[in-house]
C-alpha cells in the first residue's frame, strides 16, 4: 500500500492505494492534523508521500517523502518559482487518464488554476485568479456595507436579481463561469485538440455551466502523484 497526503490551502487529503494505484480510501480534513493522518495510515503501508500545495512548512515524520516542484516529473517545467506541486500532479494526471497531449487541468478551489501541459510535454503554467468564495469574501472585507455571501451552486438564469445577496452571488459565479470558457477557448486557439479536464471542491457547482467536452473528474492529483512515483521509481 502506499499513502498519499496532500495539504492543501482548505483542507488536507489522504488516499490510500494498492501498488497497481488503485484507490482504497479517500479521507479529508478541514485542517492539517498529524495526528489523525498518523492514525489512518495502516502498518501495511510502505510507502508514504507527503505534498504541500500550500507551500507551507511544518515537520512530519522522517519516513514521509516530500514530493514538490523539484521532484522528479516525466517532462520539461518552464516555470521559474513558487509552482505548487498540485498543478504538476493534475496536468500528469490528466495525461495518464487522456493518454494524449496536450492537456489543460482547470481547478475550482481557493483559487482558480490553469494548468497546462502542451503538445510537446512542457509544463507551461496558466492563469491563477481567486477562486468562488474568495471572490465572495473579498466584496465583504473590501466594503462597508456588502454582506457575507456564502458560496452555492447557480442554477438561475437570466440577468435579474431581487437583493444584494442574490447580486453578488451572481456576480461571482457567473463572473467566474465566463472565465473559464473564454479561457478555454483561448488554449484552444492555441491547440484545438487540447484535453480539458475540471476538477476542485467547487468544481461541480460549474460543470454545467461549461461547454461540453470538458471532463469534470475527481483524485486526479492522487493519480498523478501515484504517476510521479512510479516514474521515480524507474530513475
Sequence with gaps: MIAIIERGNTRTKLFLLDLSGKIKLVKYWNSFRLDELALSISSSVRYVRYC??????????????KVDAHSQWPFEIEYSSNLGPDRLAL????????????????????????????????????TISPGFQMRLKSMNTFTGSLPYVEAYGDQKTGQETTDTESSMHKGAFEGMSYEINQRIKEFQT??????????????????????????????LEAIGLFAQWKYEQTK
Design 52 to 65: 504541500n500545495t500550500s507551500l507551507g512548512l511544518e515537520s512530519v515524520p522522517d519516513n514521509w517523502i
Design 91 to 126: 496536468v500528469l494526471g490528466a495525461k495518464k487518464l487522456s493518454r494524449i497531449l496536450p492537456v489543460l487541468v482547470i481547478s475550482c478551489g481557493t483559487c482558480l488554476t490553469f494548468s497546462y501541459l502542451n503538445s510537446k510535454n512542457i509544463f507551461k503554467g496558466g
Design 190 to 219: 492555441m491547440e484545438p485538440e487540447i484535453n480539458c479536464f475540471l476538477v476542485g471542491g467547487d468544481g461541480p457547482a460549474f460543470a454545467s455551466s461549461l461547454e461540453s467536452g470538458i471532463f469534470a473528474t475527481s483524485n
